[in-house]
């Protein structure tokens, strides 16, 4: 068997740096939570990051996640287990219409809408196998053509038109920055979706979440007030000594 064991010296590593940057921002530990994406890695990984504590799975495929988040991938860490509660997958990569179907019988929440058409058609779905789906608007702060997501000068009339739909709960932002070289120079995007955010906080209390900050630049997404963050290879990497 392979030695995972590197897999809790990086999620410590992890949670430092969420403890230091939530206590440089005033903010309190728990109104963050860790995304682990697993899309590189496979189902032991998976397993033993649930072992060791982790809910929150984040991935980019539907095809990928099928395959690793089967229940058996679960059963024996959470039979047991002090905290005994299922996962929660994410869905973080753009998603086609024609696997809204797939998408909606495995994922929790999805954090890429960013069109209407993709909203009508994921309520359809929700409806139809009788759930409320929570969702988040992907929005293009940094207009990277590169990028999925809505332009800021689109998202009002794209969020008042998702807040219409009875099978979706619309619960906040999501945000990718550019690839910077330095962490710092992601904070304007961060600020600038949180400034969004907070805009439209009369929604209610369902309006509670922000997903901002990766590998590169999660600290920093904390300090601008991300409630959300999704991590891969700062977790699933074997860290190299240096
Ligand atoms: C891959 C990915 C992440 C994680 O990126 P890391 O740099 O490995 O932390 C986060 N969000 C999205 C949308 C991704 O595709």
């Known amino acids: 068997m392979t030695d995972l064991s590197y897999l809790a010296e990086n999620l410590a590593v992890v949670q430092d740096r969420m403890k230091k940057a939530a206590e440089r921002a005033g903010r309190?530990?728990?109104?963050?939570?860790?995304?682990?994406?697993?899309?590189?890695?496979?189902?032991?990984?998976?397993?033993?990051?649930?072992?060791?504590?982790?809910?929150?799975?984040?991935?980019?495929?539907?095809?990928?996640?099928e395959e690793k988040f089967t229940s058996t991938t679960?059963?024996?860490?959470?039979?047991?287990?002090?905290?005994?509660?299922?996962?929660?997958l994410h869905l973080i990569g753009h998603l086609q219409t024609n696997k809204?179907?797939?998408?909606?019988?495995?994922?929790?929440?999805?954090?890429?809408?960013?069109?209407?058409?993709?909203?009508e058609v994921l309520d359809k779905q929700?409806?139809?196998?009788?759930k409320r789906l929570p969702i988040l608007l992907q929005v293009n702060v940094a207009e990277e053509a590169s990028k999925q997501g809505t332009s800021v000068a689109e998202l009002p009339a794209l969020l008042e038109q998702t807040l219409e739909f009875k099978n979706l709960e619309?619960?906040?932002l999501m945000t990718i920055a550019p690839n910077f070289p330095?962490?710092?120079?992601?904070?304007?995007?961060?600020?600038?979706?949180?400034?969004?955010?907070?805009?439209?906080?009369?929604?209610?209390?369902?309006?509670?979440?922000?997903?901002?900050?990766?590998?590169?630049?999660?600290?920093?997404?904390?300090?601008?007030?991300?409630?959300?963050?999704?991590?891969?290879?700062?977790?699933?990497l074997p860290q190299q000594a240096d």
């Open 182 to 236: 330095e962490p710092e120079q992601a904070r304007p995007v961060f600020a600038q979706l949180r400034e969004l955010f907070e805009k439209y906080r009369q929604i209610g209390p369902q309006w509670s979440e922000l997903s901002m900050g990766m590998t590169n630049d999660f600290e920093i997404a904390i300090e601008e007030g991300a409630t959300l963050i999704r991590v891969g290879r700062a977790l699933f």
């Open 170 to 172: 619309v619960r906040g």
């Open 100 to 119: 809204v179907k797939r998408a909606v019988a495995l994922f929790d929440i999805i954090h890429s809408v960013d069109n209407l058409h993709l909203a």
């Open 74 to 88: 679960f059963e024996n860490i959470i039979s047991g287990s002090i905290e005994d509660t299922a996962p929660t």
């Open 28 to 65: 309190k530990l728990q109104e963050v939570k860790l995304i682990a994406v697993s899309k590189t890695v496979g189902r032991a990984e998976v397993a033993e990051m649930a072992r060791l504590g982790l809910r929150n799975f984040g991935e980019n495929r539907i095809a990928d996640a």
């Open 126 to 130: 929700a409806e139809a196998v009788g």
